[in-house]
């Protein structure tokens, strides 16, 4: 592929883990990653088939923007964050511990 491997390797920020992802992993065989804001949907998909070693059939991306909080008097808000739902071929198995440990 003509994509930088190096970038590949920083697009993945960290799977979410949270009640509705898990809900959707095991519904849709769908697995939810914190992904870089300017990453796109090929991009995404690279990367998460060399990291995981698995293939994907479809990604799709969320635009999350950052609350709004108060620090006393002062308000801020915190930075806006992308989310990829990523969608495996039947019959692939994701295993997040086995890439966490490398």
Do not use: C, H
């Not at 970038?7 to 799977?15: D, G, K, N, S, Y």
Request: charged letters at 25%; aromatic letters at 6%; a positive charge.
């Amino acid at each position: 592929m003509g994509m930088n491997q190096e970038r590949l390797m920083q697009v993945i920020l960290a799977p979410i883990v949270s009640e509705k992802s898990t809900l959707i992993a095991e519904k849709n065989q769908q697995v939810a990653f914190r992904v870089v804001t300017d990453a796109n949907k090929t991009e995404i998909k690279a990367a998460v088939e060399l990291l995981f070693n698995v293939k994907v059939a479809a990604v799709a991306t969320i635009n999350a923007k950052g609350k709004t909080k108060r620090f006393g008097r002062t308000s801020g808000r915190r930075k806006d964050w992308k989310k990829a739902y990523v969608s495996l071929v039947p019959g692939q198995e994701f295993d997040l511990t086995a890439a966490s440990a490398e």
